[in-house]
């Protein structure tokens, strides 16, 4: 019945996990919904509300999987309400006393905003063990790569040398801080709903907020202390978290899609054997994984927005906004969870060719060093006399050799203003004592622990 | 197996139309898939690349409700190749001599922009009569409310006063204008594509050209020239289209939503007697056909400034790009597409209470006739001492009303500055009849053709 | 100058407030640039790689209104270098001793990256300080109007009660929760950068790491660990955060748009003496803060897109997302920042019409009191069944009333299923108790503490 | 005054062009709106509704230079009203009897709107001109290189070979489409406005719709039939249209980007003398224009959104989507129009080394020749087993060879499947005939005319 691409048969794996399917497929949505429906009649029964036989027969049956889907879908579109279809299904498969007694003095809202908050939990927490993974493989990497040089590229040219545990600590820096948001922004958005009609609770007065934080407790959500009906910042918070996550991975995974290029070839994925590259030209990797964190965090980005746009609702309820989320809340869900799996497999995966590495950094004849020429320069004419002398020396031919920008030691030596000897020092090796201090201080921070 | 709330049994219909369905649902686009390829080995048996028997055999046989789904899953999933697996399963369902034949030479994207052009064409059609129709039905409500007179409303307050078929004939002169985007954007988004590895044919040499154009014409689509593998203008401006379609039906949706309002009651939908408003407020009739335009305008902008951002691709092929718009085309089109389709529901069954509008109008204590009398003393006290006067009316109470706001005529009596016969005058009709002319050069125009 | 009528004369100050231009006007920006420079000087001294004395001649010397912006600019334009042109006229200001040793060994994006840095400090601040004086004010409207009846509205339609200081809780709750997530993302945001060439300092080897910490010190900056030239979740968050804020207000705008409107009147902006609202309807009293709340939360959301977008840079520098930022951060600042000022205005000077509220409420024949009604019914009759009675009663038209919708009890008493009196019991007061209960959670907090 | 880079004295001319600042800076957009005032005081006399003469002082004195633009600004701010500040400024500088018939019955939104008409018809036409530019040198490269074979490459990785003109015909094909969006779109958004208070024209009757004919016909822009306060899908298409254009040239800029990295090297942007790339690696020549290109397109692809966004506004105006056009025009079209003039500069200036395309494509050991071997196969074994046979081959270590990557023909010569003189034919040269044909077509269709 799917009519998106991101949910056929066939590509829908693109677009989620197994981990993200068991909490956001029909099925086990449906058991979810079931499930914070007993969790109110149990709440409700303990204060005394509905009967407590009532609250343990909905507890016994309400199973998704006993449930008329058609008959739901049909009373749904019958009376264009969004539960209806719902509550009729479950009456069906209720003991007559027990029937009185389900979604008892809730709204729809309640429901899908309580599912809201099991589905961020859940996902945050998902998302959260995937970075974790990714950002200790990426520590690994970092170490193992602490001095393994390689040319740092601006603007796309290469340019000064970097390390490539460099390159590495700086992604793991910024997933760490991601780990940070996941657990500040868990306590503020893993809330229940209990709002009633409008938001004041009326319906179980005086009840109210005694049953709310009863039913929270029960999910193991947090109680919001006030109705949220068209407080959406949770949502968009969490929306905006996963689409900064997602931007994250997505960097990565172009940084490794450009430097798998075979013109430069210092870094691939993994290939998995059974992988078809393609079929006209079979010769070819492509670097798939990369390329679809970047399409991920597109779709993320995208939704996050709109569930920004959806904070500004206007009075106890809106439609517009709301129904926004339904769209917009699983796709940045769906696009960043799936990002953050991919991404442990990518860098768990990563091939490093440092050799290629060092080749590719000689590649321009010492134009490497020109930073640390420029710093010798520096402390004997002053800097911006020495980027004068720089520049002169690379349009000047040194005699012999192809271009003046192959060959940096020749061109300044062509200039008469070092000894050969000190130049020959200067470039003796790249400047990546502070690149290497840099990783050490990234990775001697550790990963976060498993736990928010 | 949906994992989408916009693709689940109970939501579905929100988010789709069965004419939509009939393009987007997987068997369906799965059968075009298959008419797609079946076109191609024809024009390839036309011109002798393969044998006809082949192409008669893949024609007679692809059938998409014989295709093994689980099967080509698992192949997709095990060789990360988008197609490898429909190929897998389509050469199980064909006859021996038919299996070397099919997808010959072609890839993945060929097949998957063919179909985009198909659903760009189709869909650019379904939404074009539904816009027709609307464009109608509003033609009817402009003409019949010609005289209807109601307050002008700027910044959300009531002012000089308009007509209503002068609102609505405003709707449908941008619906006027959507029609011809429509138009002139078919003949660049309804083509084929056929570019194999990288887009220069080299495969089949030296037909390429002229199999694409037998290739396009069999479909019914035109020929793009030349292939346009990252050239994806024609999809952002078919998405950009149809954001402006699906943001013009808010407008109305968001009208309606306004001035149903019972405080102001002007306008309300259509009930079917089978709606079901609120459980817990049994007496509410809400607006959620306005408010649903509104959310599906969001979705439609989102996924249209995905299919921008995507036009950004390097090289041949750009997997980044591609893939979203994978998400992104389905997503504006099944948004606008629905829009489209609720629209005409909404238009057609729009109750309008004219009582009401004037009743309102004059509520304001005949402020609405401030621009007209503005017009009369401009033309004896020139405009800006006119604005002065009025000021001074407005801020003076008259003896006896009970705020100067509410007697515009009281209080500029109060000035002495025109005969009190003459003020009667200024206001005993609204000034709309510039408003009806306007309508009528609207309605003059017509409803565009049904053929594009 | 100003080419956008965001920079206007006539339209500046819509747009920006006087502390923010403090942070972006040019000469404050440029004074700023200059002082990161002295600052980095200073730092150099200390650590012995300038002169002692050349720092203390560019402390003493750099000053923004000594600089020949026109020579800057002209040099700009002709080297397409983003600062050589500020060097050079900086050089033109300095002493002979100090020229060589200003801005030496830093890049463009280190002047920038830092600015950035005090920026998001600065503006997170001023935000800060405003929402922390609208949430004060917020807390006040809220417990004065614990009790102040009024309808709650879902979808537009009025249905249960809740009261004026309910609604006014759920924004300061949303509030607070923004201070919250600034003062955490304060310590990820207030940071400098130093990098050099392409992030690993190779300029200022071995002194890199402990020039950067002495470098952010000087700042009041926190120290990065590592650089971030690439790595621009910090930038992405603030953005984000800053555009949660603006929907946030909007929310608020919106709210006092909808019930500024005459026809419901029960709140109103303060106006200005000098306020002029329409030339051509001067009775009219336009809500024109709270239009712009919204104006400026579309703004910042769009610009914060454009942050999360540009975290996807490649290598080491990447232009494409580094000029994009120079765009999207200054206006996700004044828009929201611009926000942050008018919703202290709108929220201290709000206009409440409690009376108003009141008729409103009961203008729907007691309508409000359905959910109380269903409540009382639900427990003698069960829920689905009490709410089936609803149904009932409200399609029936009692003897001698309008319509059955204008009054609920005498509805309801055609159905003879609750004594007269119990009736007239349930419906006697608004259910408002457990709103006010929350009202009273919320103004238990307080408001978050002036320092973050 | 300056609150923003794009508007600072260093970097407003990243941001604008000579011929935008024409339309936007303020004296010059000062000047266009008395412009207007003076067409609506012209036809307001020829249908007698003012003074000749007022019409005559008005067109001779309103003249922008003459303007007190702090008393402007001082009276903006204190009315809180857009154009009394401008209103009163202008009563200033005319003569006595003038001074009531400017600004005749007229609002401020008739002002901005038609200078928006204006904005529009001339932005679209500096655009257009522009792309004309560029499609004429674009079609230029095609033809020269026609033939200058290159690798196509997908993924980021070589593939099958094109041509370089086969590239840049695709380019100038999707530039030629948006020469006939311009075109097509000039008809409908370069109108003018004039609405009065609510749309209706009350304050004219009855000569309204007269008086909106002569107003437009003096401006030289098309009538609008009916008041578009709020009907603005217009500006929406116009920016749409824009950004598509932005989102193309971006396009171009970064496959100059990517193919100007010295590890591929096929293409470089033109170095002007004066250029300074960078200070710190002075060798390095960074693709800056191609990098600004995208960043532009950013900014108007966010901008249009806004536009699309702002097409939902309700009643007949609404302040909310109205201030956000006065952002978001301007932004979308000075990044287009910026992007415009930057790839006129680009594309004209691109240097194409032809021999290191051929260099490249060889460098993978003749796997661009895989397609074509592949179709050879296919007509002897079928497509799917010669997919195979492909594979088998390609995971074969040929003796003797490095890799069986690295040489497709000695990977296939140990098969045994062909004749090796027939495998030798089949690599002989690249498949690129097609390609050269498409170019044809492309240069065939000719560039469009200089006028829409």
């Not at 490794?256 to 079929?279: C, D, K, M, N």
């Not at 991920?296 to 920004?308: D, P």
């Not at 002169?392 to 062509?414: V, Y």
Request: proline share 4%; hydrophobic share 45%.
């Amino acid at each position: 019945m799917a009519t998106r691409l991101t949910d056929s048969t066939t590509y829908a794996h693109l677009w989620s996990t197994p981990q993200l399917v068991a909490v956001f497929d029909e099925p086990h949505r449906l058991q979810t919904w079931l499930d914070v429906l007993s969790a109110l009649a149990d709440a409700q029964a303990e204060l005394g509300l509905i009967p407590a036989e009532a609250a343990e027969q909905i507890a016994r049956n309400a199973r998704a999987d006993r449930l008329d889907l058609d008959l739901i879908a049909k009373t749904t579109r019958h009376t264009s309400h969004s539960t209806l279809g719902l509550i009729k299904g479950l009456q069906a498969i209720l003991p007559e006393p027990a029937r009185e007694y389900v979604y008892y003095g809730a709204t729809v809202q309640d429901l899908t905003d309580t599912w809201f908050g099991l589905v961020m939990r859940d996902v945050g927490r998902v998302v959260r063990v995937d970075l974790v993974r990714t950002h200790t493989a990426l520590l690994r990497l970092a170490a193992e790569h602490r001095d393994t040089v390689m040319a740092g590229r601006t603007h796309g040219q290469p340019g000064a040398p970097i390390t490539f545990g460099f390159k590495v600590a700086t992604w793991a820096d910024e997933i760490g801080r991601h780990v940070a948001r996941l657990d500040e922004g868990d306590r503020r958005w893993a809330v229940g709903q209990l709002a009633g009609a409008v938001g004041a609770l009326g319906f179980f007065e005086p009840d109210g907020v005694a049953l709310r934080r009863l039913f929270c407790q029960r999910l193991g959500l947090h109680d919001p202390v006030i109705s949220w009906t068209t407080t959406r910042d949770r949502v968009a918070e969490f929306g905006s978290v996963l689409s900064l996550v997602a931007a994250t991975l997505a960097r990565i995974g172009n940084e490794v899609f450009e430097l798998q290029r075979p013109e430069i070839g210092e870094l691939s994925e993994a290939v998995r054997p059974s992988t078809v590259g393609s079929i006209t030209m079979p010769h070819k990797r492509n670097p798939e994984t990369s390329e679809h964190l970047d399409t991920l965090a597109r779709v993320a980005r995208a939704a996050a927005g709109l569930l920004v746009e959806g904070m500004v609702g206007t009075h106890e309820r809106d439609g517009r906004a709301w129904k926004t989320e339904w769209f917009a809340l699983p796709e940045v869900a769906l696009a960043a969870g799936t990002a953050a799996q991919l991404a442990v497999d990518l860098v768990e995966g990563l091939v490093v060719d440092a050799e290629r590495m060092r080749a590719n950094l000689d590649g321009s004849g010492r134009g490497w060093a020109s930073e640390r020429v420029l710093a010798e320069l520096s402390r004997r004419f002053g800097k911006h006399r020495a980027q004068e002398l720089m520049q002169q020396a690379l349009t000047r031919k040194p005699p012999g050799s192809a271009t003046a920008e192959q060959d940096l030691i020749a061109s300044l030596a062509t200039l008469d203003i070092a000894d050969p000897a000190d130049l020959a020092a200067w470039v003796a090796r790249p400047a990546i004592a502070t690149a290497g201090a840099m990783v050490d201080a990234i990775v001697a921070r550790g990963t976060p622990g498993m736990v928010g």
